[in-house]
Each structure stands twice: as structure tokens, then as C-alpha cells.
């Protein structure tokens, strides 16, 4: 009786390998699949170090540098895919924030002001361009601004005879400035190169338009455009003007120097240098 039952638990076992083949092909497959891939594994592992294991460092070991290698530009790419999609951050406020307003007054150059700040915890340099560099400049072109420092910057623009005696008013011009900025570290002296020199870390921080204002009609824009250039000349004197005198100097033990004196004895010594330069 024992022996008919343990034929019963066979048949059954085999019954039910039957209706699920895939678990028995599946364990087979496995196994010859490891197998198969250990024994390829081990065959390449011979072919390329002649069966003696030379040179498997220094495979393994450009392998690795290349998956290296591979990681770094894909970081690369994703760095720089993130920072097109991404909003670039502003690093001054800007007032007026879209156009710089001018005063049309046909056949005369005229000025315009814009107020920057920066509004960032470092330095920053900023730097204008227009496209139209034969009819317009600025001042200053560029500089370095301090985290929290204002400066008013003023524009300068040829306004040209209109055709046919036509007034543009109100107008937008095909004129544009582009102001520039780039994060610098404290008491770096501004150079014009640092833009190109650091191409990548440059924010476009405005693309401006030129408007025209009518001086025969007042406005809120034109009394604007008045106090900002009224305050960038103030400023722009007050740096012409020398630092105060805060009486002479004392060098050394006790002797007093007149500062006419300084300035000849230089002058004296500038030119000896010339006249050694010359000769």
C-alpha cells in the first residue's frame, strides 16, 4: 500500500510540471544561459591576456576610466541642458527695467539714464552693448558693483533728421542695448576681457529698446528721465571732484612735506626717467 501511494505523489508531481512548463524550461534556460556567459566570460578573459593575466589591470582599468569619462560628459550635458531650460538669475535691478527713454530732439544728441543696482550677496560686473555703436555710447561702459551698490549709468544717442519732416514720437527705435553681468570677486579690477574670458558664467540681464519722448508734452516718464539725470551728473561730480585736504602730512620723525613740493620733486623725477628714455 505504502508503494502505491508515493506512485500516486509521482504522478502527481509530473502532472503538475507538465501544466506549468515554462517553470522547467525556465531553469534550464537559466542554467545553460550562466553557464553559456561564464564560459564566454572566461574565454575573452584569455583570448585578450594570452592565458596568462598580464594585462587584466590595465584592461579593467581603462575600462574603467572610459565609463568615467562617459559619466563626466553626460553630466556635462544634463548641466547644460538644465541651465537652458532654466530661468537665468538676475543679478541687477534695473530701473527703467524694458526701454531707455530719450528725449527726441531731431538733429542733436540727447541722453538717456538707467538706475542699476545689484542685488546679489558678491561683486558684479556689468558691461552695455548696442547696435549701434557710431550713434551711441555710454558712461560709464561697464565697472564693478559691490553687493547692495547703485550706480546711474547715462546713454548718450545722435538722434537723425527724420524723412519727409516726420516727428517719431512714442516710437520704438531699431536700436537695442544689451547689458551684461558676471559675478567677480572682490577687488577684481574691470577689464572689458572678463566677458569673453568667461563666456559661461555671463548673464544677458536686459535687451532694451529705445523710445522716444516728446519734450513739448510733459509726462511721467519724461519728468523721470529728468531726476535720473539730474542725479547721475550730481554723482559724476561728486568723483571729479579731489578728496579734502586733511592738512599736510607728516613722514617720518616730524617732517612736514608741502604737497607743492611732493608734486615737483615727481615731476622732476618723471622727467629724468623721459630724458633717460630718450637718450
Not at 522547467?24 to 594570452?50: E, F, K, V
Request: glycine share 6%; proline share 6%.
Amino acid at each position: 500500500m505504502a508503494v502505491t501511494t508515493d506512485r500516486r505523489k509521482t504522478k502527481k508531481k509530473r502532472a503538475v510540471f507538465s501544466l506549468c512548463p515554462f517553470w522547467q524550461t525556465g531553469s534550464n534556460n537559466t542554467t545553460s544561459s550562466s553557464a553559456s556567459s561564464t564560459q564566454n566570460l572566461s574565454q575573452a578573459y584569455y583570448s585578450n591576456n594570452n592565458g596568462n593575466g598580464v594585462n587584466s589591470g590595465s584592461y579593467r582599468h581603462g575600462e574603467v576610466n572610459g565609463n568615467d569619462n562617459k559619466k563626466k560628459d553626460s553630466s556635462k550635458t544634463v548641466s547644460l541642458i538644465a541651465r537652458s531650460l532654466l530661468p537665468a538669475r538676475r543679478r541687477l535691478r534695473l530701473d527703467p527695467s524694458n526701454n531707455l527713454y530719450f528725449p527726441y530732439e531731431a538733429g542733436k544728441q540727447v541722453q538717456s539714464a538707467i538706475r542699476l543696482k545689484n542685488t546679489s550677496k558678491s561683486h558684479v560686473a556689468f558691461k552695455f552693448q548696442t547696435t549701434a555703436p557710431k550713434s551711441c555710447f555710454m558712461r560709464p561702459p561697464g565697472g564693478i558693483l559691490a553687493p547692495g551698490e547703485i550706480l546711474i549709468a547715462t546713454v548718450f544717442k545722435f538722434v537723425e533728421l527724420p524723412e519727409n519732416n516726420e516727428k517719431v514720437i512714442d516710437q520704438k527705435s531699431k536700436v537695442k542695448f544689451k547689458i551684461m553681468s558676471l559675478k567677480v570677486n572682490g577687488g577684481t579690477e574691470y577689464v572689458p576681457e572678463l566677458f569673453d574670458e568667461q563666456k559661461d558664467q555671463v548673464t544677458v540681464e536686459r535687451i532694451m529698446r529705445v523710445v522716444f519722448l516728446d519734450v513739448e508734452h510733459p509726462s511721467p516718464a519724461l519728468e523721470k528721465l529728468k531726476r535720473q539725470l539730474a542725479e547721475a551728473e550730481a554723482a559724476d561730480e561728486a568723483r571729479k571732484k579731489p578728496p579734502p585736504d586733511s592738512g599736510p602730512r607728516v613722514v617720518g620723525e616730524g617732517l612736514v612735506i608741502d604737497e607743492w613740493k611732493e608734486r615737483r620733486e615727481k615731476y622732476l623725477a618723471r622727467q629724468k626717467v623721459e630724458a633717460v628714455d630718450s637718450a
